[in-house]
């Protein structure tokens, strides 16, 4: 595969970012946070005496930034996530005939993207929509973000978790290559406050909503600025139930339910963070190795490397392990500060701003990790 890229080389040609109206800051989360704690042990306070429950351990800013690097997040409806009688986000039903919430934010960040790549949505003919997260099983919301747009060919959706947007990109990169696509857009809506706990302490303060888009063509037909090229793709997954959500349409048939179901920590994200450390990394930064091998690169030459946001710590001992550790500053940009977590978006985010000053022949890698176990890695050069 990576001599057939070399033969028809395919470029992305165009990245765009949508950032939601809303942000939350640490202190706000853990205002909340502390408030709905003290309300929960108060009212179970015999029972956690007695050892029946657990009582709830306050949060603060300083954890949060240390275990993570995250300081704010985005969120699209910021009502009610602060509410100690509610702790999720209010979000309005919209009718059939209106934009769903995800292809509203697909299409912001399309637009850009498409702007920048100096393409007209009728010149797309795949588009596929990579998120970790959905809002509806079908219609598809790469066909309701495809209508809307007024782009051409077909379109689907498709997750991977974390690994979703560099696995999409793949997906379309096949579709180029087999010419079953000559312009594909991959969008990546994560509407993800929904399906965060913000009742747990260990979770509540990892994820935010964004979304991005990225244009992909055959370099022969790409006349945007800022062009990259695709030299190698590498995508990997291994089975594990460290990081997992189990609601489903299954839940509500269940016996015995009941409202409170909805409700147990196995319904929202879960994580074994230890274990995920310990494990997805190695595999990580495994097949990164490889991929460098491979197009006989040394991790040296590289101008920059786009990792997944996870959290700080995880970045760093990646970037350690691949660079060495004096990294130059800007050489792995992080976005967590002001984006926390984005699911499969982030490294997408770091690229987007952090691309611009690189020369012709600079090379890079956008490297996603996360549930599943996934990793997606994307050899980019600078054209």
């Given at each position: 595969?990576?001599?057939l890229?070399?033969?028809?080389?395919?470029?992305?040609?165009?990245?765009?970012?949508f950032?939601?109206?809303?942000k939350?800051?640490?202190?706000?989360l853990?205002?909340?946070?502390?408030?709905?704690?003290d309300?929960?042990?108060?009212?179970?306070?015999?029972?956690i005496?007695?050892?029946?429950?657990?009582?709830?351990?306050?949060?603060?800013?300083?954890?949060?930034?240390?275990?993570?690097?995250?300081?704010?997040?985005?969120a699209?409806?910021k009502?009610?996530?602060?509410d100690?009688?509610?702790?999720?986000?209010?979000?309005?039903?919209?009718?059939?005939?209106?934009?769903?919430?995800?292809?509203e934010?697909?299409?912001a960040?399309?637009?850009?993207?498409?702007?920048?790549?100096?393409?007209?949505?009728?010149?797309?003919?795949?588009?596929?929509?990579?998120?970790?997260t959905?809002?509806?099983?079908?219609?598809?919301?790469?066909i309701?973000?495809q209508?809307?747009l007024?782009?051409?060919?077909?379109?689907?959706?498709?997750?991977?978790?974390?690994?979703?947007?560099?696995?999409?990109?793949?997906?379309?990169?096949?579709?180029?290559?087999?010419?079953s696509a000559?312009?594909?857009?991959?969008?990546s809506?994560?509407?993800?406050?929904?399906?965060?706990?913000?009742?747990d302490?260990?979770?509540?303060?990892?994820?935010?909503?964004?979304?991005?888009?990225?244009?992909?063509?055959?370099?022969?037909?790409?006349?945007g600025?800022?062009?990259?090229?695709?030299?190698?793709?590498?995508?990997?997954?291994s089975f594990?139930?460290?990081?997992?959500?189990?609601?489903?349409?299954?839940?509500?048939?269940?016996?015995?339910l009941?409202?409170?179901?909805?409700?147990?920590?196995?319904?929202?994200?879960?994580?074994q963070?230890r274990?995920?450390?310990?494990?997805?990394?190695?595999?990580t930064i495994?097949?990164?190795?490889?991929?460098?091998?491979?197009?006989?690169?040394?991790?040296?030459?590289?101008?920059?490397?786009?990792?997944?946001?996870?959290?700080?710590?995880?970045?760093?001992?990646a970037a350690?392990?691949?660079?060495?550790?004096?990294?130059?500053?800007?050489?792995?940009?992080?976005?967590?500060?002001?984006?926390?977590?984005?699911?499969?978006?982030?490294?997408?985010v770091a690229?987007?701003?952090?691309h611009?000053?690189?020369?012709?022949?600079?090379?890079?890698?956008?490297?996603?990790?996360?549930?599943?176990?996934?990793?997606?890695?994307?050899?980019?050069?600078?054209?």
């Amino acid at each position: 595969m990576q001599k057939l890229l070399a033969e028809v080389p395919v470029v992305i040609s165009g990245t765009g970012l949508f950032t939601p109206p809303h942000k939350i800051s640490n202190d706000e989360l853990v205002q909340a946070h502390n408030a709905y704690a003290d309300k929960f042990n108060l009212e179970n306070a015999e029972a956690i005496e007695r050892g029946e429950q657990t009582a709830i351990q306050h949060s603060s800013a300083e954890f949060i930034e240390k275990a993570s690097g995250i300081s704010q997040r985005y969120a699209m409806f910021k009502e009610g996530i602060l509410d100690v009688e509610r702790m999720m986000p209010v979000v309005p039903r919209r009718a059939p005939e209106e934009l769903s919430i995800s292809a509203e934010m697909a299409v912001a960040a399309a637009t850009e993207a498409l702007e920048r790549a100096e393409k007209q949505p009728g010149e797309i003919d795949l588009v596929i929509c990579g998120a970790s997260t959905s809002e509806r099983p079908w219609p598809a919301v790469a066909i309701e973000i495809q209508q809307a747009l007024g782009c051409k060919g077909y379109a689907f959706d498709m997750s991977v978790a974390c690994s979703t947007a560099t696995f999409a990109i793949s997906s379309a990169i096949d579709a180029l290559l087999c010419g079953s696509a000559t312009c594909a857009l991959v969008v990546s809506p994560e509407f993800f406050t929904p399906q965060l706990n913000f009742r747990d302490r260990d979770s509540h303060f990892i994820f935010g909503d964004v979304a991005t888009a990225v244009v992909l063509e055959r370099e022969e037909t790409a006349s945007g600025k800022q062009l990259f090229r695709v030299l190698d793709r590498k995508l990997t997954t291994s089975f594990s139930n460290n990081i997992r959500t189990d609601l489903s349409y299954l839940t509500r048939a269940e016996p015995d339910l009941s409202l409170e179901r909805f409700f147990e920590p196995d319904q929202w994200f879960v994580q074994q963070g230890r274990k995920v450390f310990k494990e997805l990394l190695p595999l990580t930064i495994d097949l990164i190795k490889q991929q460098l091998e491979d197009c006989a690169t040394d991790a040296a030459d590289l101008r920059r490397v786009w990792l997944h946001q996870a959290n700080i710590n995880m970045n760093q001992f990646a970037a350690q392990k691949l660079l060495g550790r004096d990294i130059e500053a800007g050489r792995t940009p992080n976005v967590l500060g002001e984006y926390g977590n984005t699911v499969s978006a982030g490294a997408i985010v770091a690229f987007h701003k952090f691309h611009e000053d690189m020369s012709a022949g600079d090379k890079g890698i956008i490297c996603s990790f996360g549930a599943g176990y996934s990793v997606g890695s994307l050899m980019l050069e600078k054209v």
